[in-house]
């Protein structure tokens, strides 16, 4: 995919509360679908959709992130060694320059982003939600962002319609249609408790000018006490345009053990290809 956004965020530092207590020593972001870690899938996505450099955030209790995605030098000497190297050839995380910083204090997804600010430094970047699994498109969530980026230029956000009783849990727009699944972004709000501007939320994909950083400084603490991305990017559509695809395929919650084992007998089903 020839893209002009060649750098991603992906946001690993939240404690996983929902999937408490496996997430007290396993991260969420390594809970296997079929046999890789969500975040791989997630890695994978971003390298087609032509993301050259990867700058994870982490917190203290997730160095099996960092592990993971570095060589095995043991294990590449004993497979050698005993003739099995296409084992781990045959699974080799993309190739691609990750990099790492580590979230202090969980202060929200948008403090989260932040700390990737010298890393996105003037170019347009991608942020990916690791919690949301996105298979079965034509091409991958990203991609389809990536599409619109190209076409319109400005910044997109990756939507799904979503049931009215859930959608307290998202980012829900205002939004204007412009195609078939293109709306042009007029508001955005966080976790709405009522009165949710449509039906159509964020699902965990976007690609954002640099210029979000700066409001990204000046927002305050909002739905749950966090710094939400949400609420700086609620500022930057009053500048900047700002559109919302909606994405093809299925998405998956990991978060929800529900959806989580879904996603598996979905790879199950479907021959383990995301
Ligand atoms: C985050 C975002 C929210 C978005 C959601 C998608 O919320 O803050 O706007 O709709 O991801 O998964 P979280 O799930 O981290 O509470």
Redesign the pocket.
């Known amino acids: 995919m020839i893209s002009v956004v060649k750098k991603a965020i992906i946001p690993a530092a ?1 404690y996983g509360t929902r999937s408490l207590p496996i997430t007290k020593a396993v991260p969420k972001e390594m809970f296997p679908v079929w046999n890789k870690p969500a975040i791989q899938i997630v890695v994978e996505e971003a390298v087609e959709a032509g993301i050259e450099e990867i700058l994870i955030i982490v917190s203290r209790r997730k160095n099996v992130i960092i592990d993971y995605f570095d060589r095995s030098v043991e294990l590449e000497s004993h497979l050698k060694k005993v003739n099995k190297s296409h084992l781990l050839d045959e699974q080799e995380p993309p190739a691609v320059n990750i990099h790492y910083v580590r979230q202090p204090y969980a202060r929200g ?1 948008g403090d989260a982003v932040l700390l990737g600010k010298s890393f996105a430094g003037n170019d347009p970047f991608a942020i990916l ?1 690791p ?2 699994i996105i298979v079965n498109g034509k091409t991958s969530g990203l991609s389809q962002l990536v599409e619109i980026r190209n076409k319109h230029k400005g910044n997109v956000l990756a939507l799904k319609e979503i049931p009215l009783e859930r959608l307290h ?4 727009v205002k939004a204007e249609q412009k195609e078939e699944s293109l709306y042009k972004i007029m508001d955005i709000v ?2 709405p408790l009522k009165d949710p501007p449509s039906r159509m ?4 994909r976007y690609l954002l000018n640099p210029d979000i950083f700066s409001y990204l400084e000046q927002v305050k603490p909002g ?2 006490g966090e710094i ?3 609420d700086a990017i609620r500022m930057l559509i009053k500048d900047q345009p700002c559109f919302g695809k909606v994405i093809e395929g299925k998405r998956f ?1 990991i ?1 929800s053990f529900e959806e989580y084992l879904a996603l598996n007998e979905y790879m199950y089903q479907n021959g383990q290809k995301s």
Request: charged share 25%; proline share 0%.
């Open positions: 939240g997804l939600l919690d949301d849990k998202y980012g829900v966080e976790k939320a964020v699902i965990g739905a749950g939400q991305l949400t919650d978060g």
